[in-house]
């Protein structure tokens, strides 16, 4: 298997009138939390999460706010502290949420929920644990959609290899630096792959940037018109957002469900379930690092791996952090297990 094309799928579901428009991304987070809506109130009727089914709603609630409110503060520590600003803080609609800030988030929330209820705290971190891989799995997938977080340059017979119309070549190539309006961008996109006709995206293009330069649309669409050609200077990467999506999505998730029903009988004490996705997470996020295009603002011309910490990536030091945290949970959670039948709590 050799390169394959991206297919440059509208990040907009539905372009509505006006600056609101559905976007995959947002839709994707709205699947995540129905997901794990759907498996809390199963483990509430499995009694695995000892709260009543009605309570489940007011538990994604404090999962959202986590997941929101964690994801963008730890970006703005971990990747951009310029976002210590309140006003660019607040503008979570120009991106920027962090995976590691999200999850601390989540565990601040289900803690919170946990003492507000009365609850073991690490057996709501467990729940969201078992929860989180579907959502995981479907953001990946937006992020795929986007053209964001992609992967490292590779060859073009490396299997999946694709050349993205986001890479920092290609938008070069395309004057899309001109531009500076998001989803005038996607629109050239768009056009430059065949999907819609100019004529279906004139009108609703911006003259000025928000710069206040004029948009020099007719030589951007010359080279729209010529994306087949000028596209054998765009390097190719590899898909990363695919592989986190296998990885740390859908593997993790074969993982969680596999561990759960082997001890359905006999479960792990509070913080197991959790431990588990926070180890096996960490590992397979950490792989991948080695796949993903380092962060800019991490790289310059003495380092363009992008490294902080003893040649590791920002994305494989919190991983490691994650690691650390996941095996100790996982030995919480093996001590605190039921003893088998036949046994005593020494397991004498």
Not at 272 to 296: H, K, M, N, T, W
């Amino acid at each position: 298997m050799g390169p394959i094309e991206f297919p440059a799928w509208d990040p907009v579901l539905l372009d509505l009138p006006g600056p609101i428009d559905i976007r995959w991304y947002g839709l994707m987070y709205i699947v995540a939390f129905l997901a794990a809506q759907t498996i809390f109130v199963r483990l509430a009727r499995a009694r695995f999460l000892p709260i009543p089914e009605q309570a489940v709603g007011d538990l994604v609630f404090y999962a959202i706010l986590g997941t929101i409110l964690g994801g963008r503060f730890g970006y703005a520590l971990f990747y951009d502290q310029g976002l210590a600003d309140p006003l660019r803080l607040i503008r979570v609609w120009e991106g920027g949420l962090s995976f590691h800030g999200g999850l601390i988030g989540v565990v601040v929330a289900m803690a919170w929920f946990a003492r507000k209820h009365r609850l073991p705290i690490g057996r709501v971190v467990d729940a969201a644990g078992l929860a989180v891989t579907p959502g995981v799995f479907a953001v990946r997938i937006a992020n795929f959609i986007n053209g964001e977080l992609y992967g490292r340059i590779t060859t073009a017979d490396t299997p999946l290899a694709m050349q993205f119309p986001t890479d920092g070549k290609a938008r070069t190539l395309l004057m899309l630096d001109y531009v500076g309006h998001k989803r005038d961008e996607e629109l050239a996109v768009q056009y430059a792959y065949g999907h819609v006709g100019w004529e279906d995206i004139e009108a609703s293009l911006h003259q000025q940037s928000p710069y206040g330069r004029e948009i020099p649309w007719t030589a951007i669409r010359e080279r729209l018109d010529a994306w087949d050609t000028l596209r054998s200077d765009v390097p190719y990467r590899h898909p990363s957002q695919l592989y986190e999506a296998m990885g740390e999505g859908l593997l993790m998730g074969i993982v969680l469900f596999v561990s759960y029903r082997l001890t359905r009988h006999r479960p792990l004490g509070p913080w197991g379930y959790g431990g588990i996705f926070a180890l096996g997470y960490g590992i397979v996020r950490f792989g991948i690092e080695f796949l993903r295009q380092p962060d800019s603002q991490f790289r310059d011309q003495d380092d363009p791996v992008g490294t902080v910490l003893l040649g590791m990536t920002m994305g494989q030091t919190l991983c490691v952090a994650m690691m650390v945290a996941g095996a100790a949970a996982i030995l919480v959670g093996f001590r605190g297990r039921a003893p088998a039948p036949g046994q005593t709590a020494a397991g004498a």
